[in-house]
T-cell receptor, first 115, second 112 residues
Framework: GAVVSQHPSWVICKSGTSVKIECRSL??????MFWYRQFPKQSLMLMAT?????????EQGVEKDKFLINHASLTLSTLTVTSAHPEDSSFYIC???????????FGPGTRLTVT | GENVEQHPSTLSVQEGDSAVIKCTYS??????FPWYKQELGKRPQLIID?????GEKKDQRIAVTLNKTAKHFSLHITETQPEDSAVYFC???????????FGQGTELSVKP
């Protein structure tokens, strides 16, 4: 099946700093990538949808100026958490899909801890 | 807005018994319904999916049923094993690689 990677797998940062998470589709061209956030014992909450070469579409309640998403190529999307705060600590998971796919392929997730 | 309700939130069964998890969706345009198994700290893993032109699909011990009229779909696991213990999520989408709306999750515990 299709493979999606994420980097880093975990990161600890100080409050007020920014963190960038990368999501890569390794063996297919992802026309669409999705970013989810998952708090402990909760479901995956969609943050935004990004299509290659265009601006991301954010879900209601997600601050686009805080969570910057870039999908500059068909194999790479990045999520930057700006001015991180402890409440941003969470498990961030990306997924990727392509034209003609029904299925989304998930990355392994990034555990972010803000101290 | 779009919503997927999933029940129960926790389910405990004896090894060998069956487990059933149910979901209801609100978006009548949904036509793709995947089920995921997630172990702690890991990515969701697709275990089975169904499209709206099919009422039932089975893969060994796992089956999914879909009632489009009632907007219900269910996951059935037979002959449960301890390694089936995990959190299971249902989801719905309009297909074509579009966004997934997830249910709240069911923590399944299979006791040996």
């Amino acid at each position: 099946g299709a493979v999606v990677s994420q980097h880093p797998s975990w990161v600890i940062c100080k409050s007020g700093t920014s963190v960038k998470i990368e999501c890569r589709s390794l063996d297919f061209q992802a026309t669409t990538m999705f970013w989810y956030r998952q708090f402990p014992k909760q479901s995956l909450m969609l943050m935004a949808t990004s299509n290659e070469g265009s601006k991301a579409t954010y879900e209601q309640g997600v601050e686009k100026d805080k969570f910057l998403i870039n999908h500059a190529s068909l194999t790479l999307s990045t999520l930057t958490v700006t001015s991180a705060h402890p409440e941003d600590s969470s498990f961030y998971i990306c997924s990727a899909s392509s034209l003609g796919f029904n299925e989304q392929y998930f990355g392994p997730g990034t555990r972010l801890t803000v101290t | 807005g779009e919503n997927v309700e999933q029940h129960p939130s926790t389910l405990s069964v004896q090894e060998g018994d069956s487990a059933v998890i149910k979901c209801t969706y609100s978006d009548s345009a949904s036509n793709y319904f995947p089920w995921y198994k997630q172990e702690l700290g890991k990515r969701p893993q697709l275990i089975i999916d169904i499209r709206s032109n099919v009422g039932e699909k089975k893969d060994q011990r796992i089956a999914v049923t879909l009632n489009k009229t009632a907007k219900h779909f269910s996951l059935h696991i037979t002959e449960t094993q301890p390694e089936d213990s995990a959190v299971y999520f249902c989801a719905a989408s309009r297909g074509g690689g579009g966004k997934l709306i997830f249910g709240q999750g069911t923590e399944l515990s299979v006791k040996p």
